[in-house]
């Protein structure tokens, strides 16, 4: 990772909560070309959600720096915490990312009540995800969507059975057929360069874990809907008004 992402993720206009970086770096298969993704959350002073003018609920930025391409989404933090009770995992895997770029006490916060925003119909994100990723890969016989279609599946799988949200594949790799650390080592090279295998080789695979992930979905001991709420609530308001040293 660049050493100036702290600086990049500064640049936004509002305080942050967090950044930290997503995408294939997140996933455990960047390419040399990859670009880096940063989300995070930045929070809006009162008088720019009390009043008649709102500010941005989501900020986004595209750049170049040194040859590399930055990506930067954030969302405010009331939208970014309504994002969390619902079945949305990617804002669970940017919370979670163990790639921190800027922190905050509100952050820690956040993360400690991810476990009460899990619910099992989590997997039901995972699984529209890979089908997306899927007919993707069958289109274009890309091996980036081909490795996230695998991810995903895998992601939901462990997420159904552990209550754990881990997205980088390489943690996976039990999970899944022998090939996939070939393919990873394969996307090294290009981040869009074709795959090794065609989808006729691998659509068998995709099935049947498709197929595991729904059973996991049916059998997990998760909850049916969150339960962090009153919490999450409770976060947004402190911070708001207090500021992030003050929540």
């Not at 992930?213 to 999450?232: C, F, G, T, V, Y």
Request: charged share 20%.
């Amino acid at each position: 990772m660049p050493g100036w992402l702290p600086e990049a993720a500064a640049a936004q206009p509002y305080p942050l909560v967090f950044a930290t970086v997503s995408g294939a770096h997140l996933y455990g298969f960047p390419s040399e070309d990859s670009d880096v993704d940063l989300r995070g959350v930045h929070v809006l002073p009162p008088e720019e959600v009390a009043g008649l003018r709102q500010g941005p609920g989501t900020l986004s930025r595209v750049w170049d720096r040194e040859g590399v391409e930055v990506d930067l989404v954030t969302h405010d933090l009331a939208k970014f915490c309504g994002l969390l009770l619902r079945r949305n995992g990617y804002v669970l895997e940017q919370l979670l990312s163990p790639l921190v770029v800027a922190t905050s006490p509100a952050h820690a916060e956040l993360a400690a009540l991810a476990p009460a925003c899990l619910t099992r119909h989590h997997a039901h994100h995972y699984l529209g995800f890979a089908r997306t990723q899927w007919r993707l890969f069958e289109r274009s016989g890309e091996l980036k969507p081909l490795l996230y279609t695998f991810r995903v599946l895998l992601t939901g799988v462990h997420l159904m059975r552990t209550g754990e949200v881990v997205a980088d594949l390489r943690e996976l790799l039990p999970y899944g057929p022998p090939y996939l650390a070939e393919l990873i080592e394969a996307k090294r090279a290009a981040e869009h360069g074709a795959a090794p295998v065609g989808a006729e080789a691998v659509s068998g695979d995709v099935a049947a874990l498709t197929a595991r992930l729904e059973r996991e979905r049916d059998a997990s001991a998760l909850p049916e809907r969150a339960s962090a709420e009153d919490a999450l609530h409770d976060l947004v308001v402190r911070t708001r008004l207090g500021g992030l040293t003050g929540s």
